[in-house]
């Protein structure tokens, strides 16, 4: 039910559908004589697509979602295990033999950078089924670090993982199965609220270390005019706010 719900949110909460759904039935009320309540409405689908194009809404919408992403990391600590949580994969391009990698990819560079310097002795990659006929998100990800020369040893694949709460659970087994007591645990800073909330909710208290920050200085941006991936970064970010309501309600983050 929980999965069922949260995939559902994330189609009914994109503004595009806002937008665009009072557009029939503004024709259907202009069609019927009703001229003042049909422009209403095809002016209010315009307007939420207007607004939630512009980049400034859109940069100000993943300023909120960073804005509780801090660092924990403790300077000198050599941690037990680092979890990587998945979401770095993109199933489109990708094929059994070739990895395409998507915009957080940030997560899998740090990681591997922490392994390297020796910060953390291991790492449990966490990632499900991203389609049939691929390997899972995990086995991309062990892979890759493989490549770039971390022991194998070293590596920890969970590939059952299908969203955040799940990825908090089944990290937990292993890390209580392993006995490892030191975790740190990197995702996007986005991503990393609802992350520690799923963490907590299953009874760990990880060091964090977000990434991939999307949106530093949004003062910066001085881009007015809409434009079409403002509106999908605005619908991401929408989908993220939800899901954290979402996971809060069904109690998968604490």
């Given amino acids: 039910m929980f999965f069922f719900l949260s995939k559902t949110l ?17 024709a259907a ?19 939420v697509l207007t ?10 919408l993943w300023s909120l979602l960073e804005a509780d992403a801090v660092s924990t990391v403790r300077p000198g600590v050599t941690y037990d295990v680092v979890v990587l949580l998945g979401g770095t994969v993109s199933a489109l391009g990708a094929t059994p033999q070739q990895v395409s990698w998507g915009e957080n990819v940030d997560r899998l560079t740090v990681t591997f950078d922490l392994l390297r310097a020796g910060t953390a002795r291991h790492v449990i990659v ?29 590596i920890i694949v969970e590939s059952k993982a299908r969203n955040t709460a799940e990825n908090a659970q089944l990290s937990k087994a292993l890390i ?13 800073a986005f991503h990393m609220p609802r992350s520690e909330a799923c963490f907590r909710a299953v009874g760990l208290e990880p060091d964090l ?22 509106l999908a970064d605005s619908s991401l970010a929408l989908r993220e706010f939800a899901g954290r309501v979402v ?6 983050a604490k």
């Fill in 209 to 230: 270390l977000p990434v991939d920050f999307r949106m530093r200085e949004p003062s910066a941006d001085s881009h007015w005019f809409p434009r079409s991936i403002a």
């Fill in 176 to 188: 209580d199965e392993r006995g490892f007591r030191s975790v740190l645990m990197v995702t996007s």
């Fill in 126 to 154: 966490s990632g499900g089924q991203l389609r049939a006929g691929l390997p899972t998100e995990a086995e991309y990800l062990a892979r890759q670090l493989e490549a770039w020369g971390i022991d194998p040893t070293r």
């Fill in 29 to 47: 009320l202009l069609f019927k004589g009703h001229r003042r309540a049909g422009l209403g409405a095809g002016m209010a689908g315009l307007l």
């Fill in 247 to 252: 996971y809060r309600a069904t109690g998968a």
């Fill in 51 to 60: 607004v939630f194009s512009l980049p400034v809404v859109a940069n100000r």
């Fill in 10 to 26: 994330d189609l009914l909460l994109d503004p595009w559908w806002w937008g665009v759904a009072p557009m029939p039935v503004g």
